[in-house]
């Protein structure tokens, strides 16, 4: 007799070790008959396995982690119709359910990357939506500063075409306030309130970009592209308070941070990749670092780059942290100042970011193993602590509620942990398998969606354009 899992590998050896049945815990057994689940023909008809968001799957034994939630322990979660039905022990499983055993692993609320470059940066060379997926992103917000009210239709037009993680961006400051709207205009298209006519006589004469501009996350503005007066920083910080808008800004040079949190003026803001203050390349490394901390607290909260934690402290290729302010860094970390870690990635980009998605779980478990955080501290650095923020600065409750953890009626997006090995086993999204051992799984329409400050879509509808035509 052979064992199988879902996917018909055999699970009669792990690691070349044979295993006991009752290890293995195989979803079916078989002689040489047929193999339940698969596409078969039975009495002149075909049978096909469940798709999409109808099917139910079963993660039987694996680590909770769920710091949102407190939970820390084995248990099994069943998932249907796209979110969390359940979390408990033994759950009985029944006929047509997929079954994933997942004991010896740890199960995470899915990855949320805040600062995650994926259609920027000029990158034409690599797929960083997909590796993002492998490495166990689930929500990745890519802030470009040279993005235009473009930016949602373009990415949007990929969600729809298929894409494995749900995406949202952040638009530049600059080109935000380049149009002929006024400052009240700005606040009602953002709050989806400006009319057609309007836009089309101030804004722009493309109504797709029209229609979708205010399905943005945020703005982003960037010291090293644009320079931009006092006035216009501060139509920035009232544009992005009065409409529910994330405000980032690029945080490397201390003097631009501490000249943004002054022109704040107790207004909300959050200081991108600030472990980049701790590089040197606009002040010694240490008083760099001990600048840009300074700043956060009250209004002001802030992000470090998970490669910049790592015993190397940074890229080669990009930007390293002296070992003092790296310290530094976990110190802030500690003590709960900064409570938030993201990529900055482009993972195998040619032009990058600071970081790269492929080091986001393996800091997060070395932080845990060197103390600096627990384990349930530092997996909240990328699940339940950026949600509360997204809701809190957006005002909308959706991100609190559905993301960021694992509890009943939260969004079926998962990041299953080999911790010995420090990689994602499984991705899941939106109730779908998106990734398994560090392979993509693909599938027709793609498990991602649209992320805005209003929620999520699972379609935009600007990828179809080209396919169909309406008629009023």
């Avoid at 698969?38 to 002149?44: E, H, N, P, Q």
């Avoid at 099994?76 to 010896?104: F, H, M, P, Q, Y």
């Avoid at 470009?144 to 473009?150: E, I, K, P, Q, S």
């Amino acid at each position: 007799m052979i064992c199988y899992n879902k996917h018909g590998a055999s699970l009669a050896l792990r690691r070349g070790v044979p295993c006991s049945e009752r290890e293995v815990q195989p979803l079916y057994q078989t002689t040489f008959g047929r193999v339940p689940g698969l596409a078969s023909v039975i009495g002149g008809r075909m049978t096909a396995p469940p798709t999409g968001d109808d099917s139910t799957l079963l993660l039987r034994g694996g680590c909770v982690i769920d710091p949102k939630n407190g939970i820390h322990e084995v248990r099994d979660i069943l998932i249907r119709g796209g979110e969390i039905a359940e979390t408990g022990c033994d759950i009985r499983a029944e006929k047509g359910w997929t079954l994933i055993n997942v004991s010896g692993l740890q199960v995470w609320p899915g990855l949320i990357d805040m600062h995650l470059h994926l259609g920027d940066l000029f990158e034409v060379s690599t797929e960083p939506i997909a590796c993002a997926a492998r490495d166990g992103v689930t929500i990745g917000l890519s802030p470009g500063a040279g993005n235009t009210f473009m930016a949602p239709a373009l990415l949007g037009a990929e969600v729809d075409r298929g894409v494995p993680i749900s995406l949202g961006v952040y638009l530049g400051g600059a080109n935000v306030l380049s149009t002929c709207l006024t400052q009240d205009e700005l606040v009602r298209l953002f709050r989806g309130e400006l009319d057609p006519e309007t836009m089309a006589r101030k804004m722009t004469r493309n109504a797709i970009t029209n229609t979708t501009a205010a399905l943005a996350m945020g703005i982003k503005d960037h010291m090293g592209h644009f320079i931009m007066p006092d006035e216009s920083v501060d139509r920035l910080f009232d544009l992005t308070s009065r409409a529910g808008l994330i405000y980032m800004s690029h945080t490397q040079d201390p003097a631009h941070a501490e000249r943004m949190v002054g022109l704040s003026q107790g207004r909300p803001l959050h200081l991108g990749h600030a472990t980049a203050a701790g590089c040197g390349t606009h002040d010694s490394a240490e008083s760099g670092m001990a600048r840009v901390l300074d700043l956060v607290g009250g209004n002001v909260t802030a992000e470090f780059v998970t490669t910049m934690l790592r015993p190397g402290r940074g890229c080669r290729e990009g930007l390293k942290m002296s070992p003092a302010a790296q310290k530094m860094a976990y110190d802030a970390l500690r003590d709960g100042k900064v409570r938030i870690l993201v990529s900055d990635g482009q993972n195998e980009a040619t032009m990058k970011g600071f970081g790269d998605t492929r080091d986001n779980i393996p800091a997060l478990l070395e932080l845990a193993q060197m103390g600096v955080l627990t384990l349930d501290e530092a997996v909240a650095a990328m699940t339940c602590h950026p949600a509360a923020l997204i809701a809190e600065r957006t005002g909308c409750r959706f991100f609190a509620e559905k993301t960021g953890h694992l509890g009943p009626g939260a969004l079926a997006s998962i990041t299953v942990v080999e911790p010995d090995r420090k990689r994602a086993v499984y991705t899941i999204v939106n109730g779908e398998i998106v990734s398994f051992e560090s392979r993509l799984v693909r599938r027709g329409s793609g498990a991602g969606g649209w992320v805005s400050r209003f929620g999520m879509l699972r379609r935009t509808g600007v990828g179809d354009l080209a396919m169909t035509a309406y008629q009023d």
